[in-house]
């Protein structure tokens, strides 16, 4: 794969905010940490921005629910790991028939749910077939073309589909695949009863949330006795919180903050990549953005290396697939920045004096914004910034899609699918791109679907379906007590199975 020379930086504050939009046996062994051997009574302070509205992961999404829950205190038969690699998690191990459709699961014995009882084939069935014919729960559209849920036995799983799906495994590692206990009526709101390393031990709301190690896990138990999530919304904050000693870990480090924590000497920081696409998304009917020449004008107006920069974070993206995600190809060449090809452009759309409007989420701030009225200004074309709420950004940009320009981050890992959908909000309707995604999906060999995601995402691009002004990274501050945190895709989930701290 080609990786680009700029490497990842730091995260600003906008990629903290997400848009709502064979045998793996547990836990690896505890590693020593650099100042001894792990605490196992050990209790984890960890800083995080977003909060979620409620735990229940089935019925919500977002990735601050997503971010804690997943593979600590609900697991699937598969998960993915910090490449975004499918790994076996609930499976001991799986098998995909030849042609694509059937999908045989073997699972760990002896494990259970916190509440105590053994799980068996038939609480994966029931999740699964409540997936499949229940609207209202995550991961339903996902499931449409499966066929049948099965359970030959109480540790074998046989899922069918109707036709051979790609991301159909990758699908299973989120919160469509997790497993839940047959007629549970615990409130998941507020409750849980995962099969997870860790349990709900409390949460106050607007303040922290905290996770205890559960010692009946069926695989390695966790070396951290306790997890508290400490929901810090200030980033200013928040490094003052690492900086007195109250954290052990932060999340989501603010750039122009982090030579602070640096000259500290007492935290080291970590920069990791993400799924981030930072989209400058273009209302594709409305005019004059129906017009591709006005699209690629705005597209090389911006000086992306010059934004990255003033954002202090990530790398600059020149198409909808991100390198953690199959299908990513450097597209760079597709859109050059050239302000003098962008006034020619405009001069041949008959768009050479042009005010456009940036509908964004207020939370964003007003780096992009500003890169942006400056770089456009320079083309002639006059940009009103419309900051705006997130319920009001929701209502007007993602389902009335009553907008000229939006920008938000897309943090979901695989959404190239949004522009097979001429229904998304990005009004982006090409049948030939919608035709190269639906044969990847269908594709049973995997390297055959990457090249043609690839194909796909360049057409979107070439077409300037949007702008994807950078793919962004994250910072984030670790003690020298905590070894084995994760450091790339933690604004999807933070995997604390492996985690240890060493005693003061």
């Not at 073309?145 to 790609?166: F, K, R």
């Not at 603010?254 to 030579?259: E, G, H, I, M, S």
């Not at 890169?371 to 709420?389: I, P």
């Not at 699918?417 to 909000?425: E, H, I, L, R």
Request: charged share 20%; glycine share 6%.
């Amino acid at each position: 794969m080609f990786r680009r020379k700029r490497r990842l930086a730091i995260l600003s504050a906008l990629a903290a905010t997400a848009v709502i939009l064979s045998a793996c046996a547990g836990s690896p062994e505890p590693a020593e940490t650099s100042t001894g051997e792990p605490d196992l009574n050990a209790t984890l302070t960890v800083g995080l921005v977003l909060e979620p509205s409620n735990l229940d992961i089935r019925h919500t999404s977002g990735a601050a629910i997503e971010q804690i829950l997943v593979d600590n205190i609900y697991e699937g038969l598969v998960t993915r790991n910090q490449e975004n690699e499918i790994e076996p998690r609930l499976a001991s191990e799986y098998e995909v028939s030849e042609d694509g459709l059937t999908y045989t699961f073997t699972l760990n014995p002896d494990v259970t749910f916190h509440s105590g009882t053994a799980l068996t084939s038939a609480d994966v069935v029931a999740s699964y077939e409540a997936v499949r014919t229940d609207l209202t729960l995550q991961g339903n559209a996902e499931f449409a073309n499966v066929a049948s849920i099965t359970a030959p036995d109480a540790s074998t799983v046989v899922i069918t589909l109707t036709e051979p799906n790609q991301n159909f495994l990758f699908t299973l590692t989120g919160p469509a695949g997790l497993v839940f206990q047959t007629g549970d009526t615990t409130d998941l709101q507020t409750a849980e009863n995962g099969t997870g390393p860790f349990t709900l031990e409390k949460w106050s709301k607007g303040s922290t949330i905290t996770f205890a190690r559960y010692d009946a896990y069926w695989g390695e138990p966790a070396s951290l006795a306790e997890v508290v999530f400490e929901y810090i919304p200030d980033f200013t904050a928040g490094v003052n919180a690492v900086l007195d000693g109250s954290l052990d870990v932060l999340t989501a480090v603010d750039p122009n903050l982090a030579p602070q924590v640096e000259e500290s000497g007492d935290f080291t920081l970590t920069t990791g990549r993400t799924t981030d696409k930072a989209t400058l998304a273009f209302n594709n009917t409305k005019a004059p953005l129906d017009d591709a020449r006005v699209r690629e004008a705005l597209r090389i107006a911006i000086d992306h290396e010059g934004l990255v920069e003033a954002v202090g974070a990530g790398e600059t993206l020149y198409g909808p697939i991100p390198e953690l995600d199959p299908g990513f190809e450097d597209l760079s060449d597709v859109a050059p920045h050239d302000p003098e090809r962008a006034k020619e452009l405009l001069a041949e759309a008959g768009q050479e004096d042009l005010d456009l409007t940036l509908t964004i989420p207020s939370f964003y701030g007003t780096t992009v914004p500003q890169v942006l009225v400056s770089d456009f200004a320079k083309v002639g074309v006059t940009l009103k910034v419309d900051a705006v709420e997130f319920p009001t950004w929701l209502d007007d940009v993602y389902r009335n899609k009553d907008y000229e320009l939006s920008f938000v981050l897309h943090v979901e890992p695989r959404d190239f699918g949004n522009f097979a959908n001429p229904d998304y909000y990005f009004n982006y309707d090409n049948p030939e791109v919608q035709s190269l995604y639906a044969e990847a999906l269908a594709e049973v060999d995997e390297d055959a679907s990457t090249e043609l995601l690839a194909e796909a995402a360049r057409l979107v691009s070439e077409d300037h379906a949007a702008d994807w002004l950078y793919n962004g990274a994250t910072i984030t501050a670790v003690s020298p007590l905590v070894v084995g945190f994760p450091e790339d895709s933690i604004n999807s989930r933070i995997n604390l199975a492996g985690v240890t701290k060493a005693a003061e």
